[in-house]
C-alpha cells in the first residue's frame, strides 16, 4: 500500500538516460506509459529517440514504486530549435500535492542553467493552456490534434539577459 504523500520525503533526481539504472528506467516508462496510454487511452510511440537526448526528471518517495511526478527535457535541436519540456506526468498518487507544478519549475530552473538565453517550445495538450500560461508560456498557432488529443504549441520566451 503506498503511503500518503504529504508525509514523504520526496526525492527528486536528474539524469541522462544513460544514467539512469535499467529499474529507474523501467518505472519511469511504466509511470508515463500508465497516464498517457492506459488514463488518457492514448496510443503512441512514448519511449522514442528524444529520450537518448533529453534530461529525465522524477520525484521519487519511499513506499512508492513509480515516481510520483517525471518530465523531460529533451535538447535544443532535437524536437524544436529551443529546448522542450515533455513527457509530462504527475502520477495518482502524486496528483493534487502541488508535484507537477513543482515538476515544471524545476525542469525550467534546468532548462535556465544548461540552456541560458533560449526559450522552452512545448506540445501542451489543450485543457492544460492556463498552467503553463502561469509560467509564462505562450500560446503559438492554432490548436491541432496529437495522437488523437487536441493540442497546442506554446512558447517560454527566451530570457535576453540570461545568455549574456
Given at each position: 500500500m503506498n503511503q500518503p504523500v504529504a508525509s514523504l520525503s520526496i526525492t527528486w533526481r536528474i539524469a541522462r538516460l544513460?544514467?539512469?539504472s535499467p529499474l529507474e528506467l523501467a518505472r519511469l516508462?511504466?509511470?508515463r506509459q500508465t497516464v498517457f496510454a492506459i488514463e488518457q487511452n492514448s496510443?503512441?510511440?512514448?519511449?522514442?529517440?528524444?529520450d537518448e537526448q533529453s534530461f529525465h526528471i522524477a520525484a521519487w518517495a519511499e513506499g512508492h514504486e513509480l515516481p510520483?511526478?517525471?518530465a523531460r527535457l529533451?535538447?535544443?535541436g532535437v524536437k524544436y530549435t529551443e529546448p522542450s519540456m515533455g513527457r509530462v506526468v504527475t502520477t495518482a498518487a502524486g496528483r493534487g500535492t502541488g508535484l507537477g507544478r513543482e515538476l515544471v519549475a524545476r525542469v525550467l530552473r534546468l532548462s535556465a542553467e544548461r540552456f541560458p538565453g533560449q526559450g522552452n517550445r512545448i506540445s501542451a495538450q489543450s485543457y492544460l493552456r492556463r498552467f503553463y500560461g502561469s509560467f509564462g508560456y505562450q500560446a503559438v498557432g492554432e490548436e491541432y490534434l496529437e495522437d488523437g488529443i487536441p493540442h497546442i504549441e506554446?512558447?517560454?520566451p527566451?530570457?535576453?539577459a540570461a545568455g549574456q
Open positions: 544513460e544514467e539512469l516508462y511504466r509511470a496510443v503512441y510511440l512514448d519511449a522514442d529517440k528524444a510520483l511526478a517525471c529533451v535538447d535544443p506554446m512558447l517560454l527566451a530570457d535576453p
